[in-house]
């Protein structure tokens, strides 16, 4: 099974958005509901790439529920090493977002830093 170059490309395009909510409380109540879609997205995927990301989505998650900043900007630093990673053999045409999306993962792991 694969994922479609649609469903990705909606994805990326919401998340992407939503991550430049600068309202770190309100960014984090609606993370759970875009980490659900992403691994949804993800297990329809097949590779080592995709089951790290998605074990790094739901450690993620239950940080999250934890509301322990340290834990969670490791993660999201953890997650936008990934996701970087992952954009080495991507299709061409999301490798833009790609970066963006590591990119707003690790500014925020920054910001949590300095909380």
């Given at each position: 099974m694969s994922i479609s170059h649609s469903d990705s490309a909606k994805q990326f395009e919401t998340t992407i958005a939503a991550l430049g909510i600068e309202d770190l409380d309100q960014l984090a109540a609606a993370a759970p509901e875009k980490i659900d879609g992403w691994i949804q997205l993800l297990r329809g995927g097949s590779g080592a790439s995709y089951d790290t990301l998605i074990g790094d989505l739901v450690a993620l998650k239950g940080y999250l529920a934890g509301n322990d900043a340290a834990q969670i900007?490791?993660?999201?630093?953890?997650?936008?090493?990934?996701?970087?990673?992952?954009a080495d053999g991507a299709n061409p045409i999301f490798l833009d977002s790609l970066y963006k999306l590591g990119q707003k993962l690790s500014d925020i792991a920054r910001q949590l830093k300095q909380l």
């Open positions: 900007s490791a993660s999201l630093q953890t997650l936008a090493e990934h996701t970087n990673a992952l």
